[in-house]
């Protein structure tokens, strides 16, 4: 792990409410996959080419139109306001200071068209498939009028994966209605006793549901939670428009494997038909380095950027994308790339 993410996690943990710290690095099950995620990356080695002009190394990211200063982005995580006062906003914040990709969660305790005025440039909106399917819709339809470029339709939770095994961990979070439910509040039907079960996620969802999200938006839509190769071919096939290679941060099934195993198989089956995203235990300029190796177009970060939230704000955020992009640039230079087009397969060893 970089140096300064240990440090923003050590003072993060120093001031965050320890019923939300647990809820934010736990994994589910017995912490199998949420404790391999990193070490999977860590067990590739680099094989460098040498004599190559890298005097100027660019990191530029072209993607569904928008173009980012660095393909080390952010992954939608839940309740930022949490973490810190603006939330959410402070986290757009630090991603338009980084010009780094920016998706915001269906959980955003943030208005979305607060958010969306502080990127300031291209950013994507996550869905979660809620049993009400008009506040679903009403969400992708804000989020895409507030100028969300691309939908996120996270695939590996039919329902969340047990993350505590005793009553102790399994307590609510400290986050009242009003910032858990602003964003969908105004949509829930009258007379309505539980709106939490509204808005749970719906066990049923399936491939066609990749053809509602685009129909219901119009945008690229980006299926997240894919392990495997056959299974990233079949949500091409229901339409999606690139594949985002994720175990939820070891948050769902335990025992899943790394996205860091996981990323080549799907890579392979995908080809060159749709760009592949990964994220999952990415604490380094060289795990990104490795991803982007393997055939990843993007990194995303989770909890990185929720503890430098919670430590530091906008400018947390800002600075630790600032610094894995610039560890990621070094290790460009010294792999012998002046760009993410000059990475491929053949720059890593060893799985
Ligand atoms: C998440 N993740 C997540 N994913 C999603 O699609 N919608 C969401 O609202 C959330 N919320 C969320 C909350 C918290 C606290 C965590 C840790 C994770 C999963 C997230 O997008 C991502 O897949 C993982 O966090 C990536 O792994 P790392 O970087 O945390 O190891």
């Known amino acids: 792990m970089h140096e300064q993410l240990q440090r923003l996690r050590d003072d993060a943990e120093r001031v965050v409410d320890p019923d939300m710290w647990s809820y934010l690095n736990r994994g589910s099950g017995d912490q199998r996959t949420v404790t391999e995620a990193h070490d999977a990356w860590d067990r590739y080695r680099l094989r460098p080419r040498v004599l190559r002009d890298v005097s100027h190394v660019s990191t530029e990211l072209p993607l569904f139109g928008g173009v980012w200063r660095t393909p080390i982005g952010i992954a939608p995580t839940a309740f930022h306001a949490v973490l810190h006062p603006e939330g959410e906003v ?22 979305i068209e607060d958010v969306a005025a502080a990127v300031d440039g291209p950013w994507w909106f996550q869905v979660y498939l809620m049993r009400e399917r008009a506040i679903t819709a009403a969400l992708i339809e804000r989020a895409a009028a507030a100028g969300a470029t691309a939908m996120v339709l996270t695939a590996d939770t039919p329902y969340v994966g047990h993350r505590a095994r005793t009553p102790a961990l399994a ?17 829930f039907p009258e007379g309505v006793e539980d709106y939490w079960e509204l808005i749970d996620q719906r066990a049923d969802l399936s491939l066609g549901d990749i053809a509602w999200v685009a129909d219901v938006c119009e945008l690229p839509v980006i299926v997240k939670g894919v392990l495997r190769g056959d299974e ?23 025992r899943a494997i790394s996205t860091a195993a996981a990323l080549p198989d799907v890579v392979t089956a995908v080809g060159d038909s749709v760009p592949v995203i990964v994220d999952g235990g990415v604490r380094d300029g060289f795990d990104a380095l490795t991803a982007l190796a393997l055939g990843a177009s993007a990194v995303m970060l989770g909890r990185p950027v929720m503890w430098a939230l919670a430590a530091e704000g906008a400018d947390g955020v800002a600075g630790i994308l600032d610094e894995l992009t610039g560890e990621l640039r070094h290790a460009m230079g010294l792999a012998g790339a002046a760009c993410l087009g000059d990475l491929d397969p053949s720059l890593v060893s060893g799985r």
């Not at 998706?103 to 943030?110: A, D, G, H, Q, Y």
């Not at 307590?171 to 949509?187: E, K, S």
Request: with cysteine; aromatic share 2%.
């Open 171 to 187: 307590r609510p979070l400290p986050l009242g209605d009003d910032q858990a439910l602003i964003n969908v509040r105004d949509h």
């Open 90 to 111: 402070a986290t757009a914040t630090g991603a338009a200071a980084a010009g780094a990709p920016m998706v915001l969660s269906s959980r955003s305790t943030r208005r």
């Open 232 to 254: 990233a071919l079949a949500c091409i096939d229901a339409g999606a428009d690139a594949i985002w290679v994720s175990n939820h941060g070891g948050r769902q099934l335990d």
